[in-house]
């Protein structure tokens, strides 16, 4: 049952350009998170909003910011990347904050040449 | 600050024998929450257990975890490995307001 959505599913951009990630819930939950899996696969959070309020602004360069329209809905944009942003960029959403279980999108691969 | 300490890097296992991944923790929450996600090729994390629970023993898909409060610790086993649990095992630790994650243990079954 896929109820959060990722979009783009794979992105290849140049050092320095702009990129921006989408997700969405259906689940009707309170907070959104973003993850980044890097190549060794660590799993690490970035940002975590709970009803389109930051809550978790974890150590992330400031290139990285989120946004949030509504609570079903969490952007990431990355503003000029860099070779250490090749990852997957999971978004995951949950009823409450982390106590819960959570629901991880398809998640964005982006490589950066 | 919080940490998650998972076996390290590969566990390959011949199936039919038994499973065991270990997890501890460290925290200075005083109820935390612990969890275990499956990750397998191509797919996204999924949860596969969850306890708050001090010494009870929580089931799923064939797995079990027992958390023991009084070791840091969140061990998942399964009493007989299948070809299809071969995957990436990761231990989460409910920190107050995010879900912070181990490294990952990578469980390799062959025949």
């Known amino acids: 049952e896929t109820a959060v959505f990722q979009t783009p599913n794979y992105h290849v951009t140049q050092v320095g350009n702009e990129v921006s990630f989408n997700c969405k819930q259906t689940?009707?939950?309170?907070?959104m998170y973003w993850y980044k899996q890097d190549s060794k696969k660590l799993l690490k959070i970035m940002f975590s909003?709970?009803?389109?309020?930051?809550?978790v602004n974890e150590t992330v360069p400031r290139r990285f910011s989120p946004q949030s329209s509504d609570k079903a809905h969490l952007n990431l944009r990355i503003k000029s990347v860099e070779p250490e942003d090749s990852a997957v960029y999971l978004c995951?959403?949950?009823?409450?904050?982390?106590?819960?279980?959570?629901?991880f999108g398809a998640g964005t691969r982006l490589s950066v040449l | 600050g919080d940490s998650v300490t998972q076996t390290e890097g590969l566990v390959t296992l011949t199936e039919g024998l038994p499973v065991m991944l270990n997890c501890t923790y460290q925290?200075?929450?005083?109820?935390?929450?612990l969890f275990w996600y499956v990750q397998h090729l191509n797919e996204s994390p999924r949860l596969l257990l969850k306890?708050?629970?001090?010494?009870k023993r929580t089931e799923h898909q064939g797995f079990h975890a027992t958390l023991h409060k009084s070791s840091s610790s969140f061990h998942l086993q399964k009493s007989s490995a299948q070809l299809s649990d071969s995957a990436l095992y990761y231990c989460a630790l409910n920190s107050g307001t995010y879900q912070r994650f181990g490294t990952g243990t990578k469980l390799q079954v062959v025949p």
């Open positions: 909003y709970n009803n389109k309020q930051l809550i």
């Open positions: 306890s708050f629970t001090d010494n």
């Open positions: 995951a959403s949950s009823p409450d904050r982390g106590q819960n279980t959570l629901y």
């Open positions: 925290t200075i929450y005083s109820n935390p929450f």
């Open positions: 689940l009707g939950h309170d907070t």
